[in-house]
């Protein structure tokens, strides 16, 4: 494990993001791109496209996503040259980005299987063994078939039931770990006992009792979040073959999936000598990888379960497992601190309901903290973990809303700016849980005004899995202790700037003084 664990420091000491590109890669893919660009739009001059912004000769768009905040970017954007559907052309790629729900409906619903694709990127087309897992995969035979299996076996609500006592214990160690805590009279920070949090749960889960291994995906995650953020320059020029080498990015990805993948080996080889062992877990304790294992001899999959695609699925959910439910609780806990009134609320809720001295609140009580579920609602409304969908591609020419959208166009579906139109949403920018009451609106894909997780054949399939993370961690939270800003963050003001990567977290680590409720 120490040489594993080298490796993945390794990775990240030397890692970098590669968003936009230098003026020596944009000279040397200057001719190429010229005459590629110019066959396009002989191609595309009679088509009646979306409106859009200008385009510079060779980097079309591309000075306009400069920064570290692309959501805020293409939603002013948008207001300006397209509410519901605007054209960007980015180095190569065309792009069409939807801002608004009436147009993200006629994406994800009335033409969702033409859109039901993804464009080629060459960082998780890397890290997951050419796109063999599902939110990467193209369209086709291969993702129809992981979908099913994740719905029917994977995040079944009987697997992610089975998942509870996982939960609930490792809910129990963050809540003693506080009031450890809580006695030194210091900040806790809140953001890295949430990652760890969200990390054991999700390994458990995954791998099984792999703690050891904590520490080195921890790694991993970091060195991901930093590859796949943003709009990488050799995604926007795929012709420029040459242009991965040249700027080091492939070179650090076989890196980075080198490390990644002896630390995978070893999960699975494991649990591969435990069932040779005769040590297999029973149903009740299968953990994901077990299950992929049973699904590998399996004949009429119509797809073969290979060691790749098991390490591609592995990889992915133990990555979104752990992004997901750490920023969603990260995003949680900063507006309640940031929101008093809200805070004080959601506490009362969960005392009232649930009395006095429980040691820890447990899931079968969580159905009766409808104010709770408010306040997750709203955060995922204005903090979705992923500002922008993962990119579609269509996989024909389709007419939207009057305007032409050529085959191969990807497709970028802003769910923050979605989330906030102050069309369909009071005082959008207003943090206020209440607007949930009495409201059908909710956030699995059925309401196109909120659409944290995506909708249609491409939503995420393990919502509930971690929203099950969220709702048992938040109820102790607000039932065990009493949350205040530190002294110099109360005189300054809770910052509240964002880091967009492969989630939307904080830029800044959530310090907070906790005070055990038995002791205020």
């Known amino acids: 494990m120490d040489y594993l664990r ?12 590669f968003k936009i590109p230098c003026l020596f890669t944009l000279a040397s893919i200057l001719v190429v791109t010229f005459f590629i660009i110019r066959k396009q739009r002989s191609k595309t001059a009679a088509l009646n496209l979306p409106p859009g912004p200008w385009k510079l000769p060779i980097i079309g768009n591309i000075h306009q996503m400069v920064g570290d905040q692309p959501h805020r970017r293409l939603r002013n954007l948008a207001g300006k040259y397209g509410p519901d559907v605007m054209s960007l052309q980015l180095g190569e790629l065309s792009y069409i980005v ?52 994740c719905t029917l076996e994977l995040f079944s609500a009987k697997r992610v039931q089975s998942f509870r006592h996982i939960r609930e214990e490792e809910v129990s160690n963050l809540v003693a770990s506080l009031t450890r805590s809580a006695d030194a009279g210091e900040p806790v920070n809140l953001t890295q006992m949430l990652f760890k949090l969200s990390s054991t749960v999700t390994s458990r889960a995954a791998f099984g009792e792999v703690q050891e291994l904590n520490d080195a995906f921890q790694i991993v995650v970091n060195n991901i979040s930093d590859a ?50 005769g040590r297999k877990d029973d149903g009740e304790k299968e953990d994901l990888v077990d299950v992929l294992l049973n699904l590998q001899g399996k004949e009429d999959l119509g797809i073969p379960i290979t060691m790749e695609v098991i390490k591609a699925v592995t990889l992915e959910i133990f990555l979104a497992g752990i992004e997901s439910s750490s920023t969603v609780l990260e995003w949680t806990m900063s507006e309640l601190v940031k929101n008093p009134r809200v805070l004080q609320k959601a506490q009362e809720e969960v005392r009232k309901m649930l009395g006095d001295g429980r040691k820890i609140v447990d899931e079968a009580s969580l159905h009766q903290l409808a104010y709770s579920d408010m306040v997750i609602s709203e955060v995922l409304r204005l903090h979705p973990p992923i500002p922008l969908l993962v990119p579609r591609e269509s996989r024909e020419k389709v007419e939207l809303n009057g305007y032409d959208v050529p085959i ?108 055990p409720v038995d002791a205020a």
């Open 6 to 17: 080298q490796k993945m420091i390794s990775c990240s000491s030397s890692f970098e993001t």
């Open 98 to 149: 939807i801002s608004t729900p009436e147009a993200a409906k006629l994406v994800m619903k009335t033409h969702d299987l033409a859109f039901a694709s993804r464009p080629y990127i060459l960082g998780p087309d890397t890290l997951y063994y050419g796109c063999k897992e599902i939110g990467f995969a193209p369209y086709g035979e291969h993702w129809r078939q992981l979908r099913k299996i």
């Open 228 to 277: 796949f953020a943003g709009f990488k320059i050799s995604d926007l020029y795929p012709s420029f073959k040459l242009l991965p080498t040249l700027t080091g990015y492939r070179a650090k990805l076989y890196k980075l999936r080198k490390a990644t993948d002896s630390v995978l080996e070893e999960i699975i080889g494991e649990h591969r000598s435990r069932r040779r062992e």
């Open 408 to 515: 191969n166009t990807k497709v970028i579906v802003n769910a923050w700016a979605i989330s906030r139109d102050p069309r369909h949403w009071v005082e959008p920018e207003k943090f206020y849980p209440e607007r949930f009451l009495d409201c059908s609106t909710d956030y699995k894909g059925n309401d196109f005004q909120f659409i944290p997780f995506g909708a249609g054949r491409r939503i995420c399939p393990g919502i509930s899995f971690g929203m099950a993370v969220v709702k048992l961690t938040l109820a102790n939270l607000l039932y065990h202790f009493h949350w205040e800003l530190p002294s110099e963050t109360k005189q300054e003001g809770i910052n509240m700037t964002e880091s967009f990567g492969t989630s939307l977290r904080r830029k800044n680590a959530l310090r907070l003084i906790v005070i």
